[in-house]
């Protein structure tokens, strides 16, 4: 059984974990669809996608397009594991609810 000290808590803070769902859904997302889509406000979604850059989960982009600034994120492998393997310990996790 997993012991919850053994979740990821970089993974499980809420907002870090709507970020990294909402992009395991998708090749790349624009910053304003996540934020609108996540119901997040602007200043929370950058303190919550800096820490998943920081240890490497998420990738952030930023180009112009017709001279205006575009920023985009997409999940990396690193992410993809962490979020695999946190899904994973939370059913295991679960599972040992009696009933």
């Known amino acids: 059984?997993?012991?919850?000290?053994?979740?990821?808590?970089?993974?499980?803070?809420p907002g870090r974990l709507s970020i990294l769902v909402g992009?395991?859904?998708v090749e790349e997302?624009?910053?304003?669809?996540l934020v609108?889509?996540?119901g997040m406000t602007r200043g929370n979604f950058a303190a919550h996608v800096a820490r998943l850059e920081?240890?490497?989960?998420?990738e952030r982009s930023k180009?112009?397009?017709?001279?205006?600034p575009r920023t985009?994120?997409?999940l990396t492998a690193?992410?993809?594991r962490r979020l695999r393997e946190y899904r994973r310990s939370m059913r295991a996790l679960l599972s040992a609810i009696p009933g």
Do not use: K, N, Q, W
């Open 54 to 58: 920081e240890h490497g989960l998420v």
């Open 36 to 38: 609108e889509t996540l």
């Open 72 to 74: 985009t994120y997409r």
């Open 1 to 13: 059984m997993t012991e919850p000290r053994e979740i990821d808590r970089l993974v499980h803070e």
């Open 63 to 68: 180009a112009f397009v017709d001279d205006r």
């Open 23 to 25: 992009l395991a859904h």
């Open 78 to 80: 690193e992410g993809r």
């Open 29 to 33: 997302a624009e910053f304003s669809f």
